[in-house]
């Protein structure tokens, strides 16, 4: 690796709330890796600007995630956390990556298709580009680590690709390669009206989600809800097979708990889902609750999340220009 340090970088976009997908799939293990290792998280604004966002909405909602973030326990004295457009280093190494990325590539990312849909010559031209602004995210502090949900998985690893062809186009060893983290039971959180659909924060249902703000009553009616099957809870994960919504279910019992797929199986063995529902809502509550009761009170003091988000962009900053200068350097733009 060009880098001999662990840095770990992550993201998430200001649109919408955050849900249990990104709590579990993502936010989760970034606070457990703060203890670790020198952390950067970010809220993307500049991303979610590739879908058209009304302005104070993009503002509320970057504050929001940002009180989110802090509210689950990323501890601005440990993490950097920041939101993207503060720190202009990622718009500008993007646009070098926009050079080095083939069209090929990006021609691939499912998420690309999925998002534009049938609609593909209609959406913005940043939308296509996306993937090469997350690139430059992460490769503008040289991050070497990077922890996120499986849907995150193909995007970086064009995050490699880009690293690799950037070394080998100038004959450097600058760029390190990034290793994806993708932990936990709960990877891919499923939607909880549809197994086969993820966890969004774009579902147009209220009910395919549980977010991070949502009260003790609404977690445990949207369990109930949740769709499932009328099999019982089989005595391993192996069994749960062709049964996604089952899975889903179990998988989150168990990254809440801190417990294996298995484990969560054998604990629940027989028993039908209404009575596993049960149990499963009073864990969430327990875990959510105290985030949402935080949120709430952070809501309260914009002030203090903008004064975490500025100081954070300015350590952000301090990292992040000289490896924008020594990327200038590499590709011989002129500094006289
Ligand atoms: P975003 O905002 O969609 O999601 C933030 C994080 O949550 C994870 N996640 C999930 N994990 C499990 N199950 C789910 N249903 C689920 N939904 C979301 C995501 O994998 C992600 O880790 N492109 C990124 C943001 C980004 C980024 C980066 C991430 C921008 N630059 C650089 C890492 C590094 C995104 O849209 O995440």
Redo the contacts with the bound molecule.
Sequence with gaps: MATGQTRV?????P?GNL?L??Y????RNWVDLQYRYECLY?V?DL?AITIFQEPKALRDSTREVAAGLIAAGIDPRRSILFNQSQVPAHAELAWVINCITRLGWLNRMTQFKDKAGKNREAVSSGLYV?PN??AA??LVYKATH???????KQ?LELTRDVAQKFNNDYGVNFFPEVEPLILGE?????SLRDGAK????SDPSDYSRITMTDDADTIALKIRKAKTDPEPIPETAASLSGRPEAANLIGIYGALSGQSRDQVCAAFAGKGFAEFKNALADLCVEKLAPIAEEMRRLRQDPAYVDSVLREGAAKARALAEPILREVHDIVGFLRP
Aim: glycine share 10%; charged share 15%; aromatic share 6%.
């Design positions: 970088f992550s993201g998430v976009q649109t849900h997908g990104n579990l799939g993502a936010i970010c993307v991303h996306y602004l997350m995210d992460i990077v922890p996120v949900g499986e849907d995150q995007h709960a990877t891919r959180v499923m993820k966890m969004s924060k």
